[in-house]
């Protein structure tokens, strides 16, 4: 069974501030996706990386893919409110579902 | 351009008590998907289908049952609904196994 974990679980920060957060399994992933989940919304596709050691770069927010290709990481550069939500990685494998990790849930304060 | 839409958005049952959730899209989309999510279980896939008239077992199929008949539609079914079936549920729709998923806003199920 493939499994990934994220973390940290929660995290509370102040506006401004930088932070990361991890997506690490110990199986190989054709492609990770990174979604974000407001409350009351479905989750919704910020980005899909493919290949390994991949870097992309949303306006401040900084995703990068394992050279494995089974860990990711999404780094947000001067957080703000508008950041809030839950940030879910979910793992591609061949014909089956995507495996979604239990999501870290940011809270970025004013 | 409705994407995922999902009916009803709040239900409350009684244990024992039949329901089923609607979902529908509009994006000609092979792969559709049941999940619910709950506090710290992040989403978990309930059922799946490939296709017009097939499904297929997710994670936690136990207690649902799910119809797939119309290409656009995905039909998620409680026969006995429990207390352990209060959650949050999601639909999703995706062109292939790997390819982006798109979500419905959810439906909140209370079994009292």
């Known amino acids: 069974t493939q499994l990934l974990e994220q973390s940290p679980q929660f995290l509370s920060i102040q506006e401004g501030e930088n932070l990361t957060v991890y997506c690490n399994s110990s199986?190989?992933?054709?492609?990770l996706q990174w979604y974000r989940q407001e409350p009351g919304e479905g989750p919704v596709l910020l980005v899909t990386?493919?290949?390994?050691?991949e870097v992309k770069k949303l306006k401040r927010l900084t995703f990068q893919f394992g050279d494995a290709r089974k860990d990711s990481s999404l780094h947000i550069t001067a957080a703000q409110t508008g950041d809030t939500g839950l940030y879910l990685c979910?793992?591609?494998?061949?014909?089956?579902?995507?495996?979604f990790g239990k999501g870290t849930r940011l809270s970025v304060i004013a | 351009n409705a994407g995922v839409t999902q009916t009803p958005k709040f239900r409350v049952l009684k244990t024992g008590q039949s329901m089923t959730l609607l979902c529908a899209q509009d994006m000609n989309h092979e792969y559709m998907y049941w999940y619910r999510q709950d506090p710290g279980m992040g989403l978990r896939l309930i059922h799946y289908s490939v296709g017009e008239g097939t499904t297929a077992k997710g994670e936690v199929p136990d207690g649902y049952n799910v119809s797939r008949l119309k290409k656009q539609n995905f039909l998620l079914g409680l026969e006995s609904a429990a207390p352990s079936q209060t959650s949050v549920y999601f639909c999703?729709?995706?062109?292939?196994?790997?390819?982006?998923?798109?979500f419905g806003p959810g439906t909140r199920l209370t079994v009292t």
């Open positions: 199986s190989v992933f054709s492609s």
């Open positions: 990386v493919v290949t390994g050691g």
């Open positions: 999703a729709s995706s062109y292939g196994s790997g390819y982006e998923q798109y």
């Open positions: 979910a793992g591609g494998a061949g014909n089956t579902p995507l495996v």
